[in-house]
């Protein structure tokens, strides 16, 4: 079966800091991984996903994500946090079979602080 | 903006009573899931139309239901409601089915259950 692991519920970074967000999984079949973004009272926005083309994936405002194979790992980053960043954030990986599932982590709360 | 609406945005229920919550997805998108967030946690997969039939369910309970039309709506059905069953309810369409795809989602209906 499927899953993910999201370190650390909250992270604060300092604006203008890096951002690192980790999430592992665990998955039997070669993996495809989203990040996902929720604004506070939204639904999810689409960050970026891995679909195998290349390990590193860059996705919208700046983050990007690196899949590490062996460490199976999929954290997102970012140069630079900046306050629009403050959100809640969620890894995903996507079962393999009919119905097609997403096993969505926990989430992170991302803090910007000025 | 994803092109995916839900109605209502907020919804209070009591206790054993029925509900019905509406989702409307992109043109073209024949796939439709819905998730259920609880507060504090990560979206949980509830079950997934594909062409107007069921074609994968988490681990819930026959009390919920869905269908799906040919306009591209769908519907969440909640029958016996259950203080538990308060949460964020999402759906999320697609094109198809595989793995790949990103799920586009909407909004979301906050249900609170008395």
């Known amino acids: 079966a499927q899953s993910v692991t999201q370190l650390g519920s909250h992270v604060s970074v300092s604006e203008g800091a890096l951002v690192l967000l980790r999430c592992n999984y665990s998955?039997?079949?070669?993996?495809?991984l989203f990040w996902y973004v929720q604004y506070p009272n939204q639904g999810l926005q689409l960050l970026l996903k891995?679909?195998?083309?290349?390990?590193l994936v860059k996705g919208i405002n700046g983050f990007e994500a690196e899949f590490k194979k062996s460490e199976t790992s999929f954290h997102l980053t970012k140069p630079s946090a900046h306050m629009s960043d403050a959100a809640e954030y969620f890894c995903?990986?996507?079962?393999?079979?009919?119905?097609?599932?997403?096993?969505f982590g926990t989430g992170t709360s991302l803090t910007v602080i000025p | 903006e994803t092109g995916v609406t839900q109605s209502p945005t907020h919804l209070i229920k009591t206790r054993g009573q029925q509900v019905t919550l509406r989702c409307s997805s992109q043109s073209g998108h024949n796939t439709v899931s819905w998730y259920q967030q609880a507060l504090g946690q990560g979206p949980q997969f509830i079950f997934q139309?594909?062409?107007?039939?069921?074609?994968g369910r988490g681990n819930f309970p026959p009390r919920f239901s869905g269908l799906q039309f040919p306009n591209y709506s769908s519907e969440l059905n909640v029958n016996a409601l259950e203080l538990d069953d308060s949460a964020l309810y999402l759906c999320?369409?697609?094109?198809?089915?595989?793995?790949?795809?990103?799920?586009?989602f909407g909004p979301g209906t906050r249900l609170l259950v008395l």
């Open positions: 995903a990986v996507s079962d393999l079979g009919t119905g097609n599932q997403f096993y």
């Open positions: 999320a369409s697609r094109v198809g089915t595989e793995r790949w795809e990103t799920q586009y």
């Open positions: 998955s039997s079949v070669p993996p495809y």
């Open positions: 891995y679909t195998s083309a290349a390990t």
């Open positions: 139309y594909y062409r107007e039939e069921e074609n």
